[in-house]
Structures are given as structure tokens and as C-alpha cells.
């Protein structure tokens, strides 16, 4: 029986403590039983409630409730005799190379002397052990010859219980508590121990469900798999692991040939450090491959499991690296591997997809500085790539929770749009073809923020197509600085014109916009029907659906901000200037025809400058005139980016609609009429309930220049003098 409040009571009366702390009550018997042939059975039994142990010198801390039985067999074997001291009885106590000790046995029982035995054999030997809410057990796989300290002993463990106990029991060795570990688990393995070394044949351990915050990471995941075998070499401190391997599936990673070494040096201490003379310093030497696979879902979900920001992706990765680390830092070369890639920075955003993403580097981290220097870094997608180097450093006082790192990257960029451009259409559809390829410098420093850090880039092309426009070779160079991508003017030909732009790009604050500097112009462009059902359809409706086209125009524009993630929000103003234009039967043209009753052939006015405007979705205009053969119409209003229409055509009444009425084609000469039309772009319709309010108009006007001609003959008749 053992009562440790009342022990450290009676200690303190003797000796200082200091920050020892003893607790708790314990019990523990001993059967020891002898069997013919020199065999024998031990059951050993020890039980502790809630015993409170800390010893901070040895960083030894405990509080549990401690359940033990071991229960082991053998055969005893004589021991080499010895001299005894005069005095000594069968019943007293002796210590020897053989463990020989003798016990005073029960009242009434005959006294064993065990003193000139030894246990020669180890048949079975079991440890059942019960701390706190952990269950386990240690069996001895196979008998053990003349055991001692130096033996070699085949065991089997097993325990089961909570993850978050170990943070606690762990933490005067090594302190795994912000990890914050959790879920039930349970461990088997096979090993040998020995004084010298310990033998990991196999362990394997499950946990279900597990959840560990740890390396930027906050995993949780319904089951985990460790499954390891390795060696430890006690007296050199050397750690080899054949074979290591976590799984959480899809996710795998694989520990192989990893070797933990430790050289001692002698190192001269200096006399103001702590104890003079000279220490022995441990110099630790790690090396080692990783290599793992998995799916990007679910390292995203342990990148942010709580993440309100809308992004996604998803894909598979398989990646490896070699890496030797010292108490310095590590050097290691790494290389990665996506496949199937897609990106959605919102939802409801085009995903950026890629096939294939090959990511190598080389580079060493400093452990004292927090460092991390990329010597050489490629990176090479579908058409895209990027070579050179970077540095991360991380922030002066890392305990500020608003301190950040900074990156610093220079290198190359690379791009061939022949394999970019199907990356180009599943964003903007199939009317985008780019051509060539080429490389440009990349650069970047300052955090990972847009409003922080500053850059540079650049990408050129031999000639490009966007939805009919037609572009010869140029380049973008853009600097990046406080959330602004300045674009640097670029000077271009354009569908047999000339185009000269400048602007940026506000990336943040979000949402993203472009601006386009005002006087951007693409001036004398040849038009296209591809350039009118992608673009002036809307500024020009009379161009919608046209089959053909020719002429050449000019854009000049004096405000541009369009929403990147949202362009139909976006403003534009501007002025269209058609030089000249000739085109066939359009659907608008065909339905004022039906007011001219002739065939339906129109072209635009020369030189004509048409403002327009974009806003809210609408395009409008004013000022566009179509000119026939025999009247010129001219209209304004909106077009919507949904094609619908609301628009106004405005006319002179023509002589042919009064010719029968002289007296009404003098009353309405140089008088216009202002019809609405409606509908779509492809379906205009003019406003029926209009044009009958003026043809009933025209019906009354007539009606009464009739009577009033006829009043007027008989008037006449009637004041006329007869004739004689």
C-alpha cells in the first residue's frame, strides 16, 4: 500500500522538495508461484488513484488513474553459487547479476529461497495496462532466453484511446498542444527492444475520426492510417525508417529511407556562459524522401474548412521530395505534379482549368531565420510556364497577428498561345484565337497582396482574332504597384486599321476593373459582319444579322470601367464614326422598308459620328441615319446586351403619302414623324398602335381639306353673278 500525500508530508520533514509534487493513493501485490520442474508463475497487479507525479527535473509530469497487471511464466535455472555473508538469512533480501532475491513467504508456509535461482527462460509475459481512458497491452511474442537488460525482447503491443490525452502526457518532452490532436485511435506493432537499439518491425495505427491543426493546416477527416517499420539505435541516437506511410484517403504520403543521425562535438564554452570548461553539443542530421498524391478538394477543405471567400478547386496531385536537414536548416529538391485542374475564384466565375501543372524547385530554409530561398523554381503548365527564383521572408515580429511575409520572385515568363487559346475560348467563347509564343520577365515583391506588393510582367503575340477583329503582333507590359496594373500604350494594326490604347487595371480593392485611358481609338478599321454581331450591332442595330458588309470605321473612346467579373456593368462612352458603310437587307432595314414599299436597299450616311453609351446593360445611341433611295431615317435609343430593343425612328412625311392631296402635302411638307420600335435585334417590330394613329390622322386632314374644297366651290356658285 502506498499513500504519497502522507510520503511527502513525512519527506518534507527531511528534505526540500522544491517543485516535486506528490499525490494519490496506490496499492500492488505480487503472486509468485513455483511449479514442479523448476517452473514458475508471476501475477503482479499495481493500481494508483489519481496519482499526481511532477518532477520538473527529469520533465516527468503525470496525473491519471494507473490500472497494471503482468502475469509471466518461465523456468528458473540454478544460479552460479556465492558466499554468503555471515548473518544473513534465506529470508532476507540480495541483489545480484541473476535478480536472486529470497521472500518470506505467508504464516505457516515453508520459506522459498530463491537466492540460488535465476530465471533462465521467459516462456509468456503479459502487461496489461489501463492509464487514464487508454487501454492496452504488451505480450512477449516468443520465449526469451536468460532475460536481462541486454536481451533482446520480441513484443506485441496494443492500445486504443484519445489522441488528446498524448498532447498532455507528451508535453514536458515535446509540447503538441496547439496541434490540438483528436479522434479515437488504436495502435498494433510488432517490435524487439533491447538496452541497445529498438526494432520496429511493423506498427499500424487507426484513428477515426481525426482532427489535427498543425503547419497552416486544420485537418478533419472521418479516418487515418500510420502504418511504419525502422530501427532506433539507443546509444548513437540514429533513427532509420525503412518505410512510413499516413493515409486519409484520397491522400497519401510516404516516408522512405529516412535517417535521423547525431554526431557530438566537444565546443568550447565561453566563461560567461552558464558552467565553465566545455560541453558536448549534439549536431542532428535528417535525410530522407517524402512523396505523396491526393485530390486539391480535399486539401482545400484543410487549407480553409470554413472558407466564406467562394473559391474552389480541384484536380489531382502526386509530388516527392529529397531533403537533408541539420541544425542550420534544410536544403531539398522537390518536384510536383496536377493533373486536371480547375480554379474558380468565385462562384459563378469561369474555372481556369489546366491538363496537366509541373511545379520543380531547389532551394534551403534557414531554421534560425525563418528563410526560405528558392535557387531555381520552374513551373510549366498547358502553354504557360515560368522559370527562375525566389526568396520568402518571413515578418520581423511573427507574434503580430497582422505581420506578414514577403515574396519575392524574378524569372521568365513563358506562353504559346496555339496551346493557351482553348484555355482562352472556355472564358470567352470561340471567337478568341491567339498566335506565337514568346518569352517575357516576371517580378515580384511584397506580400501576397495585390494593394501591398509591386511587380512587373509582360505578354506578346504575332497576331490575334477576337470576334472579327483582326490584330498584327504586339505586346502588354504591365507594372504593378499599390492594387494598379498600369498598361503601358500599345500601338497595333487592326483589321487593316490602326489601334492606339493605354490603360490599367484596378485589382484591388475588389472588384477587379479595366480602364481604358480616354482617346484609346481604332481608327479606320475594315468592318466586318463578325464585327457586327459581336460589337456595333449593339452601337449601330441596323447592322445586326447583316450578311454583308463593307466600309471602314473608327472608335474613339472617352470613358471605359468594365468590371472584369461582371462586364455588362460596366460604363462606356464613346463616339462611332462610320467613314463609310454599304450593306445588304438587314432585319431593321427590311421593317422600315415596309413604310417605302420598295426593295430594301439602304447604306449609312458618310462620315456620320454616332455618340453612344453604355450603362446598365444598355447600349444607346443617338444620331444614326439610314439613308434610301428616296428618305433618310434616322434613330436613337437603347439596344440591351440581351438583344432586346427600344428605339425611335424619326422620318419626313413623304409627297407620295400626300400626293393626292395637294393641299395636305403643302400643310405637312418638312413635318417628321417619330415612330417607336420594339422587339429584338433579330425581330424589330415598329409600333402598329402608332402608325394607325397616323394614318388616321392623315385620314381626318384629308377629310376635311375635301369638305373645305367643296364649301368653298359652292360658295362660289353661289355669290357668283349670273351671267347676262
Known amino acids: 500500500q502506498m499513500d504519497l500525500d502522507r510520503l511527502t508530508q513525512r519527506l518534507k520533514q527531511w528534505v526540500d522538495l522544491g517543485e516535486v509534487q506528490l499525490a494519490g493513493k496506490g496499492a500492488a501485490s505480487l503472486t509468485w508461484t513455483m511449479k514442479p520442474e523448476d517452473r514458475f508463475e508471476a501475477d503482479l497487479m499495481v493500481q494508483g488513484d489519481r496519482l499526481r507525479v511532477v518532477i520538473p527535473q527529469w520533465s516527468v509530469q503525470m496525473n491519471e488513474d494507473i490500472r497494471a497487471r503482468a502475469i509471466a511464466a518461465g523456468k528458473m535455472s540454478v544460479a552460479a553459487p556465492t558466499s554468503q555473508p555471515a548473518g544473513q538469512t534465506d529470508a532476507s533480501a540480495t541483489a545480484g547479476d541473476g535478480g536472486g532475491v529470497s521472500l518470506s513467504t505467508a504464516p505457516g508456509l515453508a520459506s522459498t529461497n530463491l537466492s540460488r535461482y535465476a530465471i533462465g527462460r521467459l516462456d509468456s509475459a503479459t502487461l496489461a495496462l489501463q492509464l487514464g481512458q487508454d487501454r492496452g497491452e504488451i505480450r512477449l511474442r516468443q520465449p526469451v532466453?536468460?532475460?536481462?537488460?541486454?536481451?533482446?525482447?520480441?513484443?506485441?503491443?496494443?492500445?486504443?484511446?484519445?489522441?488528446?490525452?498524448?498532447?498532455?502526457?507528451?508535453?514536458?518532452?515535446?509540447?503538441?498542444?496547439?496541434?490540438?490532436?483528436?479522434?479515437?485511435?488504436?495502435?498494433?506493432?510488432?517490435?524487439?527492444?533491447?538496452?541497445?537499439?529498438?526494432?520496429?518491425?511493423?506498427?499500424?495505427?487507426?484513428?477515426?475520426?481525426?482532427?489535427?491543426?498543425?503547419?497552416?493546416?486544420?485537418?478533419?477527416?472521418?479516418?487515418?492510417?500510420?502504418?511504419?517499420?525502422?530501427?532506433?539505435?539507443?546509444?548513437?541516437?540514429?533513427?532509420?525508417?525503412?518505410?512510413?506511410?499516413?493515409?486519409?484517403?484520397?491522400?497519401?504520403?510516404?516516408?522512405?529511407?529516412?535517417?535521423?543521425?547525431?554526431?557530438?562535438?566537444?565546443?568550447?564554452?565561453?566563461?560567461?556562459?552558464?558552467?565553465?570548461?566545455?560541453?558536448?553539443?549534439?549536431?542532428?542530421?535528417?535525410?530522407?524522401?517524402?512523396?505523396?498524391?491526393?485530390?486539391?478538394?480535399?486539401?482545400?477543405?484543410?487549407?480553409?474548412?470554413?472558407?466564406?471567400?467562394?473559391?474552389?478547386?480541384?484536380?489531382?496531385?502526386?509530388?516527392?521530395?529529397?531533403?537533408?536537414?541539420?541544425?542550420?536548416?534544410?536544403?531539398?529538391?522537390?518536384?510536383?505534379?496536377?493533373?486536371?485542374?480547375?480554379?474558380?475564384?468565385?462562384?459563378?466565375?469561369?474555372?481556369?482549368?489546366?491538363?496537366?501543372?509541373?511545379?520543380?524547385?531547389?532551394?534551403?530554409?534557414?531554421?534560425?531565420?525563418?528563410?526560405?530561398?528558392?535557387?531555381?523554381?520552374?513551373?510549366?503548365?498547358?502553354?504557360?510556364?515560368?522559370?527562375?527564383?525566389?526568396?520568402?521572408?518571413?515578418?520581423?515580429?511573427?507574434?503580430?497577428?497582422?505581420?506578414?511575409?514577403?515574396?519575392?520572385?524574378?524569372?521568365?515568363?513563358?506562353?504559346?498561345?496555339?496551346?493557351?487559346?482553348?484555355?482562352?475560348?472556355?472564358?470567352?467563347?470561340?471567337?478568341?484565337?491567339?498566335?506565337?509564343?514568346?518569352?517575357?520577365?516576371?517580378?515580384?515583391?511584397?506580400?501576397?497582396?495585390?494593394?501591398?506588393?509591386?511587380?512587373?510582367?509582360?505578354?506578346?503575340?504575332?497576331?490575334?482574332e477576337v470576334y472579327g477583329f483582326r490584330g498584327g503582333p504586339a505586346a502588354i507590359r504591365g507594372q504593378l504597384s499599390r492594387g494598379w496594373l498600369q498598361i503601358a500604350p500599345v500601338e497595333m494594326t487592326l483589321s487593316e486599321g490602326k489601334l492606339q490604347a493605354a490603360g490599367a487595371v484596378r485589382l484591388s480593392p475588389s472588384p477587379a476593373e479595366l480602364v481604358v485611358q480616354k482617346g484609346s481609338a481604332a481608327q479606320q478599321i475594315r468592318i466586318s459582319p463578325a464585327m457586327c454581331a459581336s460589337v456595333f450591332q449593339y452601337i449601330a442595330p441596323v447592322l445586326a444579322d447583316v450578311t454583308t458588309v463593307e466600309g471602314r470605321v473608327s472608335i474613339l473612346l472617352d470613358v471605359c470601367q468594365v468590371p472584369l467579373s461582371n462586364p455588362s456593368a460596366g460604363q462606356i462612352q464613346g463616339r462611332l464614326v462610320i467613314h463609310t458603310i454599304q450593306i445588304g437587307p438587314t432585319p431593321l432595314v427590311r421593317e422600315l422598308a415596309v413604310l417605302l414599299t420598295k426593295e430594301p436597299t439602304a447604306r449609312l450616311r458618310n462620315e456620320a459620328v454616332i455618340p453612344f453609351a453604355m450603362a446598365n446593360g444598355r447600349v444607346y445611341h443617338e444620331g444614326l441615319e439610314l439613308v434610301f433611295p428616296e428618305i433618310t431615317i434616322r434613330t436613337r435609343g437603347y439596344v440591351g446586351l440581351d438583344q432586346s430593343l427600344a428605339l425611335e425612328a424619326e422620318m419626313p412625311i413623304l409627297p407620295k403619302w400626300t400626293a393626292m392631296n395637294p393641299r395636305l402635302a403643302t400643310a405637312m411638307k418638312g413635318q417628321t414623324i417619330r415612330l417607336p420600335i420594339q422587339g429584338t435585334l433579330r425581330r424589330p417590330q415598329l409600333d402598329q398602335q402608332t402608325l394607325r394613329r397616323y394614318t388616321a390622322q392623315f385620314l381626318q386632314k384629308s377629310a376635311e381639306n375635301l369638305l373645305q374644297d367643296e364649301l368653298q366651290r359652292q360658295m362660289d356658285r353661289l355669290l357668283k353673278p349670273p351671267s347676262r
Request: net charge neutral; charged share 15%.
Open 145 to 464: 532466453q536468460a532475460p536481462s537488460l541486454k536481451t533482446r525482447w520480441p513484443v506485441e503491443v496494443h492500445l486504443e484511446g484519445q489522441l488528446a490525452d498524448w498532447a498532455r502526457r507528451l508535453k514536458p518532452w515535446l509540447d503538441i498542444s496547439s496541434w490540438q490532436p483528436n479522434g479515437q485511435y488504436a495502435l498494433a506493432a510488432s517490435m524487439d527492444l533491447s538496452s541497445e537499439n529498438v526494432q520496429i518491425h511493423e506498427a499500424r495505427m487507426a484513428a477515426a475520426p481525426f482532427q489535427i491543426t498543425a503547419l497552416g493546416l486544420q485537418v478533419a477527416e472521418p479516418r487515418m492510417d500510420l502504418v511504419l517499420s525502422g530501427r532506433w539505435d539507443i546509444a548513437d541516437g540514429r533513427i532509420e525508417l525503412a518505410k512510413a506511410q499516413l493515409q486519409a484517403n484520397p491522400f497519401v504520403l510516404d516516408a522512405q529511407n529516412v535517417r535521423l543521425e547525431r554526431s557530438a562535438s566537444a565546443v568550447p564554452i565561453s566563461d560567461s556562459a552558464k558552467g565553465a570548461g566545455s560541453a558536448s553539443n549534439a549536431s542532428v542530421k535528417l535525410t530522407g524522401r517524402l512523396q505523396a498524391q491526393g485530390a486539391l478538394e480535399q486539401f482545400q477543405r484543410w487549407l480553409s474548412p470554413t472558407s466564406s471567400s467562394g473559391w474552389s478547386m480541384s484536380g489531382t496531385f502526386t509530388a516527392q521530395a529529397d531533403f537533408q536537414a541539420d541544425g542550420a536548416g534544410t536544403d531539398g529538391v522537390g518536384n510536383l505534379t496536377i493533373r486536371n485542374l480547375s480554379y474558380t475564384a468565385s462562384p459563378g466565375a469561369a474555372a481556369w482549368r489546366q491538363a496537366e501543372v509541373r511545379l520543380t524547385a531547389q532551394g534551403r530554409y534557414d531554421h534560425q531565420t525563418g528563410l526560405l530561398q528558392l535557387a531555381s523554381t520552374s513551373l510549366q503548365g498547358d502553354g504557360i510556364g515560368y522559370t527562375g527564383k525566389a526568396q520568402i521572408t518571413p515578418p520581423p515580429q511573427p507574434a503580430d497577428p497582422n505581420a506578414v511575409s514577403t515574396y519575392q520572385a524574378v524569372g521568365q515568363l513563358q506562353y504559346d498561345w496555339q496551346k493557351l487559346t482553348p484555355l482562352l475560348r472556355s472564358y470567352w467563347g470561340n471567337g478568341i484565337l491567339l498566335q506565337g509564343r514568346g518569352t517575357e520577365q516576371f517580378r515580384w515583391q511584397g506580400p501576397l497582396d495585390l494593394a501591398l506588393a509591386e511587380g512587373a510582367f509582360g505578354v506578346g503575340w504575332q497576331a490575334l
